[in-house]
């Protein structure tokens, strides 16, 4: 599963942060999830719990903030809100887009315990 190893990766990034902080546990991760990224945020939540079993993670939250994805037309410079690689600018439908943002995936912070 997709969501499998991007859980053991964020967990594995934050452990090594929280360590180096000279922590005892994490309390909170908070991750940015762009909408165009394909991560499933209820499979990711689902293998977080999992993943988090005998680290320092263990009981921790995850806390996600869904991006959502921004494009901007090419030709006429307008900016909107799109669901999907493929869209159509609403202004003059010209489908020479560019994508501002919405493919994030990135650890945002890391909450720790002392
Ligand atoms: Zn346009």
């Known amino acids: 599963?997709?969501?499998?190893?991007?859980?053991?990766?964020?967990?594995?990034?934050?452990c090594k942060e929280a360590e180096k902080d000279g922590a005892s546990s994490i309390s909170k991760i908070?991750?940015?999830?762009?909408?165009?990224s394909g991560v499933m945020i209820d499979s990711l939540n689902f293998c977080y719990d999992a993943v988090c079993?005998?680290?320092?993670?263990?009981?921790s939250t995850l806390s996600i903030n869904e991006i959502p994805a921004l494009a901007r037309?090419?030709?006429?410079?307008?900016?909107?809100?799109?669901?999907?690689?493929m869209a159509l600018c609403p202004m003059c439908e010209s489908y020479e887009i560019d994508i501002l943002q919405g493919r994030e995936l990135k650890l945002k912070a890391v909450s720790v315990n002392e």
């Open 73 to 85: 037309c090419k030709n006429c410079q307008h900016s909107f809100e799109i669901d999907a690689f």
């Open 53 to 59: 079993k005998g680290t320092m993670a263990e009981n």
């Open 1 to 14: 599963m997709h969501e499998m190893s991007i859980a053991m990766n964020i967990i594995n990034i934050a």
């Open 30 to 36: 908070e991750l940015d999830v762009g909408k165009l």
